[in-house]
């Protein structure tokens, strides 16, 4: 058969990205332009800010993704982007780029699910990760504990009730001084500290087990912050950090874990930025090794936002023949 390259882009939040993936999972090119830096200074992702710097940067992402991959436009098979779930000025950015080009390529155009695409790069580092398997979802504006059926196929078990798992690490950093983007600031600032210095709450949800709630802890750390201020006590933020992190990872990975085992499944992978903490990969790793399941996890690169993860996500869709026409739209909103 001939080889199947896809064009895959993602603007759906502050990163800029294209990828050109072959057979759904060797990587061409991975090209990731990072806004981070511009909206460090607000503490958060600005949307207007986002849209405008995707529109200045997305013909030269894609270039660059073209060339790297040593190809030509006309070789692609087909172009993919992230239709949804993100902010709306900056998705429009990707679908409308991607709906001129498979429009002047004479190509299809394939529309993603974001976490679909994060659920993906799991396809990219692991070949062997074959549905079924159970995977945990952590980002910046999800946590979800799902099966994964068949490639496009998920059933929903657990979500948050309140903030996803990396607002919450990137809303704790803040309080404590760490800025942003807090996931990767606060797991440094953990290694320095006692995960045990702590306990805090971890919430119970008897009608739903798999379901997530983080603002109770959150809330306890800046809680804790606080009463040490007032007192005149010394605020060992390392401590909290890592007390924190290590609270979060256990309730991820525990819930994980549970699930495999109430529906038999012995095959665990996790996705999202927050897959990219080590302290939640090590966790997995160690617990699904105790249970005699296999484990996998995305390159570090892989788990936060990029176009490599779309591109092997659109491949099943290819392979289904579920195209997408020109009238396809951002959806701000969408649901799994
Ligand atoms: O998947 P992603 O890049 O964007 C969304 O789809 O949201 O995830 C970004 C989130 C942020 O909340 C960030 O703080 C978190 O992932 N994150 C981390 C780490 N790296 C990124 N959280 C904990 N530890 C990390 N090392
Ligand atoms: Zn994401």
């Known amino acids: 058969m001939e080889d199947v390259l896809i064009l895959g882009i993602e603007t759906s939040c502050d990163e800029t990205a294209a990828a050109v993936v072959k057979n759904g999972e060797e990587v061409l090119s991975n090209v990731i332009s990072s806004q981070v830096a511009l909206h460090a200074e607000f503490g958060g992702v600005v949307p207007e800010i986002a849209s405008r710097n995707h529109l200045e940067k997305i013909d030269e992402v894609i270039r660059l993704a073209i060339k790297e991959a040593g190809i030509s436009m006309q070789e692609l098979t087909a172009i993919a982007v992230t239709v949804g779930p993100g902010l709306v000025g900056a998705l429009l950015v990707g679908v409308s780029e991607a709906k001129a080009l498979a429009f002047a390529l004479g190509k299809p155009l394939i529309p993603v699910h974001h976490i679909e695409g994060h659920i993906a790069a799991n396809f990219i580092s692991n070949p062997e990760c074959e549905p079924p398997f159970v995977c945990l979802v952590a980002s910046g504006g999800h946590s979800h ?43 440094k600032m953990a290694k320095e500290g006692n995960p045990h210095a702590y306990h805090f709450p971890t919430a119970k949800m008897e009608d739903a087990p798999y379901d997530f709630s983080f603002s109770g802890v959150k809330s306890a750390v800046l809680n804790e912050m606080n009463r040490k201020k007032m007192l005149g006590e010394e605020v060992r933020v390392a401590d909290l950090c890592a007390s924190f992190q290590e609270n979060v990872t256990e309730v991820l990975s525990e819930k994980a874990i549970a699930l495999c085992k109430e529906l038999h499944i012995n095959r665990l992978s996790i996705a999202g930025g927050v897959a990219a903490n080590g302290k939640l ?53 969408l649901s799994l």
């Open 145 to 187: 504990l799902l099966l994964v059926e068949d490639y496009g196929k998920i059933r929903i078990y657990g979500r948050t009730r309140d903030d996803a798992a990396g607002e919450a690490f990137d809303k704790v950093a803040r309080a404590v001084g760490l800025g942003y983007p807090g996931g990767p600031k606060l797991e």
């Open 281 to 333: 990969r090590e966790k997995m790793e160690e617990k699904a090794k105790q249970e005699g399941m296999e484990f996998f996890c995305p390159k570090l690169i892989l788990c936060t936002d990029n176009a490599a993860m779309i591109a092997a996500a659109a491949y099943h869709e290819w392979k289904k023949g579920n195209f997408a026409g020109h009238d396809v739209n951002a959806y701000p909103s």
